[in-house]
């Protein structure tokens, strides 16, 4: 496979979903595009990401990665690593439910679109800049890009989405109490 097509397949246009393939051996799901399977990805869970090894990710070039966390001052934030070192990372920002993702080239604001209550909202964007460069529907698992965006990126969505950063509440302002 030359660089090129290796460029292209780590990167999403138009429509992904994330769907269930299997049930207990790798993979147990699968980010799927217009253009077929992007990656394959195995069990996933709470304590597999931020305490243990990881989520495993096999990208449609056979390249594999790793959906874990990292120690990122008070939080525990989830990260994506290679063989190579760190792919992606993401952090909390100062508003609820609001999350940055950072790769090596770029980086993207995932923010809920709509009211943020006790439930996760359904929609939520992408944004580079100021500019919406997907819209994500969570029930359905769906990210609608406009522009082509990093794999990485959108599997950090689907593990933000999915697990969240613990202790990303304390970082809401509180009202003081008299």
Known sequence: MDANSSRRSRSISGTASLRHVGRW????????GTTGTIARLGRDGSI?????????VQLADGTEWRIK???????????????????????PLHAKRSYGINLKDQSYTL?????????????WALRHHDIDAATIDIVTRTVNADEPIPTAAVLMVFALLTHG??????????????
């Not at 051996?25 to 799927?32: A, D, N, Q, S, Y």
Request: no cysteine; aromatic share 2%; glycine share 14%.
């Open 25 to 32: 051996r790798f993979p147990k799901e699968e980010l799927v």
């Open 111 to 123: 923010i809920p679109l709509g009211r943020v209550g006790m439930r996760i909202p359904r929609h």
């Open 69 to 91: 966390a990292l120690e990122s001052g008070p939080f525990i934030t989830p990260v994506i690593m290679s063989p190579s070192g760190k792919i992606a990372g993401s952090g």
């Open 165 to 178: 950063i613990p202790g990303e509440n304390d970082l809401l302002p509180r009202r003081d109490r008299s």
């Open 48 to 56: 597999r990401v931020l305490l243990g090894r990881g989520r495993r």
